[in-house]
């Protein structure tokens, strides 16, 4: 079992930037993929960025080269770097995990809000 609690949003400006922290329970957390979602309201749950647990990333085409996403084996801890904000990136963002054999995020945070002000 993985409980996800992710921090850092709020409201920035166009252009500005934001780092999204999602803290994991669990030993074994090294062990997970983990990945950030958005959702936008009236709009579906849509896929942002995935780190393996060997370390390779995946980004969405609408975020690839502004943000980065990390991790802190040590600190049990995913992070969501989003540097030249849009409105278009205004969401509600979710911190998701899965252990190596599952196909589907199994494992969900609360959600932190990020507002892109124009």
């Not at 609690?5 to 030993?27: D, F, T």
């Not at 084996?73 to 030249?84: C, F, I, R």
């Not at 409105?87 to 899965?98: M, N, P, Q």
Request: aromatic share 12%; net charge positive.
């Amino acid at each position: 079992q993985v409980q996800l609690v992710e921090s850092g949003g709020g409201l920035v400006q166009a252009g500005g930037s934001l780092r999204l922290s999602c803290a994991a329970s669990g030993r074994t957390f090294s062990n997970y993929h983990m990945a950030w979602f958005r959702q936008a309201p009236g709009k579906e749950r849509d896929f942002v960025a995935e780190i393996m647990s060997n370390g390779r990333t995946f980004y969405a085409d609408s975020v690839k080269g502004r943000f980065t996403i990390s991790r802190d084996n040590a600190k049990n801890t995913v992070y969501l770097q989003m540097n030249s904000l849009k409105s278009e990136d205004a969401a509600v963002y979710y911190c998701a995990a899965r252990d190596g054999l599952a196909l589907k995020y199994d494992y969900w945070g609360q959600g932190t809000q990020v507002t892109v002000s124009s």
